[in-house]
């Protein structure tokens, strides 16, 4: 069984540029969820695509949008990135309907905006 | 963005110690999440928690959802170095796939 993947690791941005990260969820998982998380905090929820629509959005700006695929990989994409926007960026994957789900995270994209 | 209270904030332990930690809500979640977090690392689930009243153990790991539904523990018994980390509680409103809402995370340092 494959966990979740992220891609890249590590990023360096400037003021003002967009950026994309990508999650492959957990063979099987087809509900992808994203976090940011700020240095010494836990993770705060961005949003949730569950079948390729959104499904639930977090306390985040429209600059923060996404995608969900066919295969149930994602995309998380930021414009005019902000100082701010410095985190680590994490996904989550489950899969609904099938009893007590949880959520299994991947290592995560380190954002760093100059 | 909401964050559960959690205490403590750090733990300095020696090895061979219990250690003990919570989180608390003002809201009333249906199931409680323990996670591990490495640094440079994304967080590993531990502990999954769906019953008020639960507890239930992963080895030297114990959790319990507290009855109120506003609170939970996690217990580590006889501490090791690989203990080391960061240890997050995480909610959830509803069950399944709803949003995890974390804790402000204990940091957990073991000595030799």
């Known amino acids: 069984e494959t966990g979740v993947t992220q891609s890249p690791t590590h990023l360096i941005k400037t003021r003002g540029q967009q950026v994309t990260l990508r999650c492959s969820s957990q063979s099987g998982h087809n509900t992808v969820s994203w976090y940011q998380q700020a240095l010494g905090q836990g993770p705060q929820f961005i ?10 959005r977090g306390n985040f700006p429209p600059r923060f949008s996404g995608l969900q695929f066919p295969n ?43 | ?22 989180c608390t809500s003002s809201s009333i979640f249906n199931t409680w999440l ?3 977090q490495d640094p440079g690392e994304g967080p590993v689930l531990l502990i999954a928690l769906y019953k008020a009243g639960e507890l ?24 090791i170095p690989s203990d080391v980390g960061i240890y997050f509680c995480a909610g ?20 030799p």
């Open chain 2, 34 to 36: 323990w996670y591990k």
């Open chain 2, 92 to 111: 959830q409103l509803t069950y399944n796939t709803d949003k995890l809402i974390f804790g402000t995370g204990t940091r957990l340092q073991v000595f």
């Open chain 2, 1 to 22: 963005g909401q964050q559960l209270n959690q205490s403590p904030q750090s733990m300095f332990i020696q090895e061979g110690e219990d250690v003990s930690m919570n």
């Open chain 1, 72 to 114: 149930y990989s994602s995309e998380l994409n930021v414009n005019a990135l902000e100082l701010d926007d410095s985190a680590l960026y994490l996904c989550a994957s489950s899969q609904p309907g099938q009893g007590e789900e949880t959520q299994y995270f991947g290592p995560g994209t380190r954002l760093l905006v100059l």
């Open chain 1, 47 to 56: 949003f949730q695509y569950y079948r390729e629509e959104e499904n639930g």
């Open chain 2, 56 to 79: 239930t153990s992963n080895g030297r790991l114990t959790a319990q959802f507290g009855i109120t539904r506003k609170d939970s523990f996690l217990n580590i018994s006889a501490s």
